[in-house]
Antibody
Framework: QVQLQESGPGLVKASETLSLTCNVSGYFISSGYYWGWIRQPPGKGLEYLGSIYNNGNTYYNPSLMSRVTTSVDTSKNQFSLNLSSVTAADTAIYYC??????????????WGQGTLVTVSS | ETLMTQSPATLSLSPGERVTLSCRASESISSSLAWYQQKPGQAPRLLIYGASTRATGIPARFSGSGSGTEFTLTISSLQSEDFAVYYCQHYNKWPPITFGQGTRLEIK
């Protein structure tokens, strides 16, 4: 069974870049699936950030496209998120996820436990 | 951008009751809809995808229906562990992918 675990700083200064890594166990990223990022401000709803395939193909939320990048490192079996020029509005719990395969591929079947990132001024 | 609207925002029900949650898309999304359950302090859990297909391990009391712009999630008989927040999500021609604002199901 696949397991995902987010890691990275819990505190980022405004205007800097938020960087998170998702370590995957129980499945080799190189074997397939899309891998993505979703965030949730405290007490609020869910927002899709972006996704990446093992060949480097990426999809991003158009509203964040200018600030979001994702990458994959198959040798470490992990993928990463960078969000630049952060503000207080980027304070949220960040989840890494694995997409479903096939026709339901836009849904998210596996989730990490989430990591809270706070943007400070 | 396709907007997803869930109703109601909060429902207060008792264990054993049947409940139907609604999700409306601002334009047709075919059957590209998923439902998630989120309990406090936990990540969301996929319940339904393709509007009506239960994800692995999801009990049969959960069912989804709809297509186009109108969708529902039904729980046939509420169990104590079902009280949570439920989100719908569209993925038609993703990206983009958008979520509804959620429906909170609370114990009456």
């Amino acid at each position: 069974q696949v397991q995902l675990q987010e890691s990275g700083p819990g505190l980022v200064k405004a205007s800097e870049t938020l960087s998170l890594t998702c370590n995957v166990s129980g499945y080799f990223i190189s074997s397939g699936y899309y891998w993505g990022w979703i965030r949730q401000p405290p007490g609020k709803g869910l927002e899709y950030l972006g996704s990446i395939y093992n060949n480097g193909n990426t999809y991003y939320n158009p509203s964040l496209m200018s600030r979001v990048t994702t990458s994959v490192d198959t040798s470490k079996n992990q993928f990463s998120l960078n969000l630049s020029s952060v503000t207080a509005a980027d304070t949220a719990i960040y989840y890494c996820v694995r997409h479903l395969r096939g026709s339901g591929g836009g849904a998210f079947e596996s989730w990490g436990q989430g990591t809270l990132v706070t943007v400070s001024s | 951008e396709t907007l997803m609207t869930q109703s109601p925002a909060t429902l207060s029900l008792s264990p054993g009751e049947r409940v139907t949650l609604s999700c409306r898309a601002s334009e047709s999304i075919s059957s590209s809809l998923a439902w998630y359950q989120q309990k406090p302090g936990q990540a969301p859990r996929l319940l339904i995808y393709g509007a009506s297909t239960r994800a692995t391990g999801i009990p049969a009391r959960f069912s989804g229906s709809g297509s186009g712009t109108e969708f529902t999630l039904t729980i046939s008989s509420l169990q104590s562990e079902d009280f949570a927040v439920y989100y719908c999500q569209h993925y038609n021609k993703w990206p983009p992918i958008t979520f509804g604002q959620g429906t909170r199901l609370e114990i009456k």
